[in-house]
């Protein structure tokens, strides 16, 4: 398989202004693609524009939103129309976590999370899927995570909600295959982001992959046409775990790693 025309391409990154996002961002601007920017931080995403519209003399064009809120696709999807861009690749990376026991969150803050990783993705997909295989040519990323490979206690929600992108963009791999659309579940483990700080996540002693390499991965399966990757070999070999274990003891193995990386479950919580 063929890489992506990515000077003749326009990128819609999601969650952009920093992290992997960013990253993104810089690797296709630096193969030609034309740029929109989303995120909830308006100054980052300038300074970001900026910045590679000097490096590389990319057309960037950003759209601050936060689409863990109701109508907030809709209206990004209409102000990418009026300023006349098109959409060939989607990479929908926005996405946060929370490590914690799962009574300890609010109700409120995992009604957040899956607007952002689950429900803002898929509309994000149905919307700019049908006009890519109308062309006959597009291509979609999903940033899911090692997490989707399985049950997760004290990720409990963010786990689901990344198996749920990494099934749901296999799927899409499968039934847009002849279409000249392509899909890729992008399921990076641990990265050097900002995303363990919004997390409350401890990582300390953990290997730790650089959005980089990441990204770079990502690109390289998606001009290969693979459907999921899992960037580092040990990344890989973990995500393996349930086949080698029975789902029970994989469940327990996990809750025993991570008990003592959370806090406390205080009282009336």
């Not at 030609?32 to 931080?41: D, E, K, Q, V």
């Not at 689950?118 to 509309?123: C, F, I, M, N, W």
């Not at 940033?143 to 786990?159: E, H, R």
Request: glycine share 8%.
């Amino acid at each position: 398989m063929t890489a992506l025309p990515y000077s003749r391409m326009t990128a819609l990154i999601s969650g952009a202004s920093s992290g992997i996002g960013r990253h993104f961002a810089e690797q296709l601007a630096a193969r030609g693609c034309r740029l929109i920017l989303t995120a909830r931080r308006q100054s980052e995403l300038q300074q970001l524009a900026a910045q590679l519209h000097s490096r590389y003399g990319s057309q960037v064009l950003v759209l601050p939103a936060d689409l863990a809120q109701p109508g907030a696709v809709p209206d990004l999807c209409r102000r990418i129309a009026q300023a006349g861009w098109q959409v060939d690749l989607l990479v929908n990376n926005a996405g946060f976590g929370k490590w914690s026991h799962f009574q300890a969150q609010d109700a409120a803050v995992y009604q957040q999370m899956l607007m952002l990783n689950v429900l803002a993705l898929t509309e994000l997909c149905r919307h700019y899927l049908p006009a890519m295989r109308a062309r006959g040519c597009g291509a979609v990323i999903n940033v899911a995570s090692t997490a989707a490979f399985q049950p997760l206690p004290y990720i409990a929600v963010y786990g689901a909600s990344k198996t749920y992108v990494l099934h749901l963009s296999e799927a899409l791999a499968a039934e847009y295959a002849d279409s000249g659309v392509r899909v890729l579940g992008l399921c990076p483990g641990n990265t050097a982001t900002a995303f363990a700080d919004v997390a409350g996540a401890d990582v300390s002693g953990m290997a730790a992959s650089t959005p980089a390499s990441v990204v770079a991965s990502a690109l390289q399966a998606l001009d290969s046409g693979h459907h999921y990757r899992v960037p580092g070999a040990a990344n890989y070999l973990l995500a393996q775990l349930p086949r080698w274990l029975t789902r029970r003891q994989a469940t327990r193995l996990v809750a025993r790693m991570f008990a003592g990386r959370v806090p406390a479950l205080g009282e009336g919580a």
